[in-house]
T-cell receptor, first 115, second 114 residues
Framework: AQSVAQPEDQVNVAEGNPLTVKCTYS??????LFWYVQYPNRGLQFLLK??????LVKGSYGFEAEFNKSQTSFHLKKPSALVSDSALYFCAVRDRDTGGFKTIFGAGTRLFVKA | NAGVTQTPKFQVLKTGQSMTLQCAQDMNHEYMSWYRQDPGMGLRLIHYSVGAGITDQGEVPNGYNVSRSTTEDFPLRLLSAAPSQTSVYFC?????????????FGPGTRLTVL
């Protein structure tokens, strides 16, 4: 079975500092991994994905994430946080080998960036 | 392109009432899905469809029905609303059936069941 864990309900960071939002996953086969962001009263927006190839993937708004197969992690990072990055972030996984058409989402991590 | 649209934005129902949440996309996506979002639980998949006439259950399908008569539309029906169905509902679509493409989400429907 597929599962995603986002161990932190909330992450607080000062503007200009680097940020990390953690995600670990569990799949039987090989994963497709995604990060989405949700702003208040809005639907989710795609940030970036890992499909295959380079373990470091870059996405929208300066975000990047590193796929680590041995640690089954896909942490989201940004070198310098902005107040406008404050939002709810979701990690998602789909097992490309056995997961069928189902994508599983984590519970979400709320990011607060303080000016 | 309008992307993924959902109606209504807000709805209040009484226990036992039925209703249909509408979802449409104009991107010619084959894959469409319905999720519910509850605090601390993230998004949970209710039903999904891989093309017109083809639907299947997700993680939490009980109490919900879907149909897919066209590529564009994927309505979600609540048969007899219960307070446990109070939630925010999101419809999403994706170009690829192979799972390597991101999903596009609608703005959501906030449903309260009294």
């Amino acid at each position: 079975a597929q599962s995603v864990a986002q161990p932190e309900d909330q992450v607080n960071v000062a503007e200009g500092n680097p940020l990390t939002v953690k995600c670990t996953y569990s799949v039987s086969g090989n994963p497709y991994l995604f990060w989405y962001v949700q702003y208040p009263n809005r639907g989710l927006q795609f940030l970036l994905k890992y499909i295959t190839g380079d373990n470091l993937v870059k996405g929208s708004y300066g975000f990047e994430a590193e796929f680590n197969k041995s640690q089954t992690s896909f942490h989201l990072k940004k070198p310098s946080a902005l107040v406008s990055d404050s939002a709810l972030y979701f990690c998602a996984v789909r097992d490309r080998d056995t997961g069928g058409f189902k994508t599983i989402f984590g519970a979400g991590t709320r990011l607060f960036v303080k000016a | 392109n309008a992307g993924v649209t959902q109606t209504p934005k807000f709805q209040v129902l009484k226990t036992g009432q039925s209703m249909t949440l509408q979802c449409a996309q104009d991107m010619n996506h084959e894959y469409m899905s319905w999720y519910r979002q509850d605090p601390g639980m993230g998004l949970r998949l209710i039903h999904y469809s891989v093309g017109a006439g083809i639907t299947d259950q997700g993680e939490v399908p009980n109490g919900y029905n879907v149909s897919r008569s066209t590529t564009e539309d994927f309505p979600l029906r609540l048969l007899s609303a219960a307070p446990s169905q109070t939630s925010v509902y999101f419809c999403a679509s994706s170009y690829s059936l192979t799972g390597d493409n991101e999903q596009f989400f609608g703005p959501g429907t906030r449903l309260t069941v009294l």
